[in-house]
């Protein structure tokens, strides 16, 4: 037995409820069975229910396997349990207390649930599964239930990656241009290098790169300079740019806190070393300064797309790094790397500002973008268009990897529209 199914058994209240009496005897009258709570604190708030049929108390319901595990997990001594009116477990073989020692009315369920609920549970949550914990019962789910959690998804990974913004936002005192410029840093990184890239951008103020951003051999120095890549010059180029960066560094009294030796480039093609993407952004924000008002406020995919493909200075369109010539040209960012920056930077960008300036205009902007974008390619992809899902866009396939990650990985199959439908009894 878990919790989760409790809560599940609870929150829908999917047991008997005839003659409900707690562990000694009194009434219950189920009035409202509160709403769910994600956060510390009882599991379900704002609850009202009635208990010995005298009148009807409003508060807090707590729920656990055993009763004892109430004091296992001490909420006798928390005061944001003193307001739980009911505890509600499988199985009661204690009384507990609350802090003022009052003794918490308990009701058992262990009788009261329907024995095909609990199978159906069982059957889907210890389901050993080579992906996910319904696949043999996938063609099972009418396709209004999977569109609707897939719906969902989309909606709430964006508005994971927009809190993700906000915090950023917030570290940097509400400054929207710094905090655009520094998001798009870190993604350039493509995972790999998304941390030293994030180091990068805060390390080196975005309003000094405005003041420079007309001359593209001083906004390389201040990045590869700042990156660590100039510590020891190896060819004319990177003798240069040491060069400036000097002058740069001493000017603006800048504190250098990446060395070479911190970026990655194992098993990466030369086209994604980082001395290749910082050479990228350089062009990049030589061609626009203003990197918040074109992420965010321009609605233009045309525009922005052609922007991040802006192409590098002439010395690194056949190199990937300082005094080597390479093959293969640099032509800049390529279409599925473009499309990578739009959904992890540019979408995430609207939908927090949108928030923030309670504008719902960003936002449906954002979800019209990854309708636009092709669907990205990667396993979590695979593995669903295996069971039969279509994924064709970017919001199905944003929506598939939240469904994924944040559900059946974990198995939330209780949180979820589709395990529901699966367990529910007909």
Known sequence: ???????????????????????????????????????????????????GGIMDWLGSVEIHVKSSDWNAHKHQNDPAYNNTILHVVWESEADVQRADDSILPTLELKNRVDPTLLSKYNQLINHPATYVSCENQWGD???????????????????DKSTVVLDLLEN??????ETAYQLLFKNFGFKINSDPFLTLAQSLPFKIIKKHAHDLNQVEALLFGMAGFLDEPSDEKSQRLAKEFVYLKQ?????????????????????????????QLAAILHQQPSVFDLLVKSDNLKMI?????????????????FAKISKSKNQGLGTSSVDNILINTVIPLKVAYGKQIDNQDFIDQSVELLEQLKAEKNSIIEKW???????????????????YNNYCKKKRCLHCNIGTSLIRLK
């Not at 052609?306 to 590098?312: A, G, Q, T, V």
């Not at 268009?385 to 469904?403: C, E, N, R």
């Open 1 to 51: 037995m878990q919790e989760a199914f409790l809560h599940y058994i609870w929150r829908y209240q999917y047991f008997d409820k005839k003659d409900l009496v707690t562990a000694d005897g009194q009434s219950i009258d189920v009035l409202y069975p509160g709403h769910y709570n994600t956060d510390a604190g009882p599991d379900f708030k704002e609850s009202k229910i009635n208990i």
């Open 141 to 159: 789910v009418p396709d209004i239930t999977k569109l609707s959690m897939l719906d969902r998804m989309a909606m709430e990974r964006l508005y």
């Open 172 to 177: 940097n005192n509400g400054n929207w241009e």
């Open 251 to 279: 000017k603006y009294a800048l504190n250098q806190k990446l060395h070479k030796f911190q970026w990655k480039y194992l098993r990466l093609r030369p086209a994604n070393f980082p001395t290749s993407r910082i050479a």
């Open 305 to 321: 797309s052609s922007w991040l493909r802006s192409k590098p200075s002439d010395y690194w369109i056949d190199h990937h790094s």
């Open 385 to 403: 268009t295996a069971l039969g899902l279509s994924v064709k866009t970017a919001f199905d396939s944003q929506a598939s990897i939240q469904l």
